[in-house]
């Protein structure tokens, strides 16, 4: 059976929609990610698996930095 005009495009919208959607998730996700790292790096919210997540951006950012330099 073939889809008629209509249901091609709500289905385009549909799936438009559900990119939005996932895109607006992910940029939530990572604002919450720096506000925690935020958070924890001032000592406001402790959590073991926080502490090593933090500590190894740190040590990302650390290395970023030296490249940048060199």
């Excluded at 607006?24 to 073991?48: A, N, Q, S």
Aim: proline share 1%; no cysteine.
């Amino acid at each position: 059976m073939t889809a008629t005009p209509g249901q091609v495009a709500d289905k385009a919208k549909t799936e438009v929609s559900e990119a939005q959607t996932k895109n607006e998730l992910v940029k939530t996700y990572e604002v919450l990610g720096k506000k925690t790292y935020e958070l924890v790096d001032k000592g406001e919210l402790e959590h073991k698996e926080l502490k090593e997540i933090v500590a190894k951006v740190k040590e990302l950012r650390d290395k970023l930095e030296q490249l940048q330099v060199s």
